[in-house]
């Protein structure tokens, strides 16, 4: 049995270029917005109890208060 061949053929186009152009929605641009926000933000919360555990393993005060310090901001309410 022969194997079927298949053969393309290019030809150029003559005509004037087009450019196809697609706006994203809102609803997109905003809920991945909103993700990407939920992803930093659980990241340097993550990161900053991770130094925060260290310095406590280490017995490194003063790193213990910055880092406590910048945490504070990651428990306080939004009202």
Known sequence: ??????VYKYCIYQG????A????SYD?????????DALCYKWNK???QTAINLSIDTGNKEDFLTLSEQYRQYNERIT
């Open 28 to 36: 997109i641009k905003l809920s991945s917005r909103i993700l990407l």
């Open 16 to 19: 004037k270029p087009l450019r």
């Open 21 to 24: 152009e697609r706006e994203v």
């Open 46 to 48: 993550d990161r900053l």
């Open 1 to 6: 049995m022969k194997k079927q061949k298949i």
